[in-house]
């Protein structure tokens, strides 16, 4: 259990920043290539769902309505990283917490390799 010394020294929008951080991987998940076709598909269930006339709970009846909604979403998104295989999911965890460097390599650092050119004129 955490002292309340520790509970005040943490920031209000320490959650606001782990759901944007959520809302980043889910984005860099969603346009990375190895991640299946049919896992992608699952948000726009979801979204597909917050849109369909029909829902569990009636949207009229104010804040319960939308809560369904949210919850949706929200799981869906889940669904959908849990879906995302695991060394992806974990290599753009990586990369959002600074761990693997994304910047160029510093001038003077030679890289070896080969090329070809491909001439797409014939």
Do not use: N
């Not at 606001?16 to 896992?39: K, N, Q, S, Y």
């Not at 949706?72 to 695991?86: D, E, N, Q, S, V």
């Not at 753009?92 to 070809?116: C, F, K, N, W």
């Amino acid at each position: 259990m955490k002292s309340d010394a520790s509970l005040r020294s943490q920031p209000a929008w320490g959650p606001l920043f782990g759901i944007i951080r959520e809302l980043r991987l889910t984005w860099r998940l969603f346009r990375d290539r190895h991640v299946p076709w049919w896992a992608k598909s699952v948000p726009f269930l979801a979204l597909a769902y917050v849109v369909w006339p029909l829902d569990i709970l009636a949207d009229p009846v104010l804040g319960l309505g939308q809560l369904d909604d949210a919850a949706i979403i929200l799981l869906g998104l889940r669904l959908f990283m849990a879906l995302c295989p695991t060394e992806r999911v974990a290599q753009h965890q990586r990369h959002l917490d600074g761990l693997v460097p994304t910047s160029p390599a510093p001038e003077g650092q030679v890289i070896e390799g080969e090329y070809r050119v491909v001439d797409d004129d014939r």
